[in-house]
């Protein structure tokens, strides 16, 4: 099986957060079908307190089917449509996925995505509309603050978490907002 891989989830802050791996099939990514994500991670099956706590900024989520393909998972439009429908459906993403993959997966969101390579092998920029990036920034407070809540998390632990997964998409809000 090996296609849905978890570690052991911490309990109670007492060991180091765990990472929480999983991975979408070629077919799953083709016909957009995000139900086995769901069957595992939706809304009803999440846990609340501590074990909630323990997954905050721990999910990965890997693509298979695509280690021959020279474009990066933004400019995949099968990729991008199954992440759509996973986002419209799951709307965590600021609570849930390990902070440096944020980037990635929010470019796959956007309408107005567009790259440029240098040559085949690589991405040289990403780009995209800053207004439709600090729309996806403004969206993600509320879902995150009921994720930290659910998770028994203080305003101040919501107001850290949102701030630094700002600062991961709009680098340039370091200039101009101070953090919490």
Same mark, same amino acid.
């Given at each position: 099986m090996g296609i849905l891989k978890?570690?052991?989830?911490?309990i109670m802050n007492k060991i180091p957060k765990?990472?929480?791996?999983?991975?979408?099939?070629q077919p799953e990514i083709i016909s957009q079908d995000v139900s086995r994500f769901l069957n595992a991670y939706g809304y009803t099956k999440?846990?609340?307190?501590?074990?909630?706590?323990?997954?905050?900024?721990?999910l990965i989520i890997i693509v298979d089917g695509y280690?021959?393909?020279?474009?990066?998972l933004p400019e995949i439009p099968e990729v991008r449509g199954c992440f759509r429908k996973l986002y419209s459906e799951f709307p965590y993403w600021f609570y849930f996925l390990l902070p440096e993959t944020l980037p990635?997966?929010?470019l796959c969101l956007f309408e107005k995505y567009s790259g440029v390579r240098s040559d085949k092998s690589s991405m040289t920029?990403?780009?995209?509309?800053?207004?439709?990036?600090?729309?996806?920034?403004?969206?993600?407070? +509320?879902? $995150?603050?009921? *994720?930290?809540?659910? =998770?028994?998390?203080?305003?101040?632990?919501?107001?850290?978490i949102?701030?630094? +997964?700002? $600062?991961?998409? *709009?680098?340039?809000? =370091?200039?101009?907002?101070p953090p919490p």
């Open positions: 978890t570690s052991i989830l911490m765990s990472e929480i791996v999983f991975q979408f099939t999440l846990p609340e307190g501590d074990t909630l706590r323990s997954m905050e900024g721990s280690d021959n393909d020279q474009r990066s990635t997966m929010a920029m990403h780009g995209f509309m800053v207004p439709e990036m600090a729309k996806f920034v403004r969206d993600q407070a +509320r879902p $995150l603050q009921e *994720m930290c809540f659910r =998770a028994g998390m203080s305003l101040n632990e919501f107001d850290k949102y701030y630094e +997964r700002s $600062l991961r998409l *709009m680098p340039d809000l =370091a200039d101009s907002v």
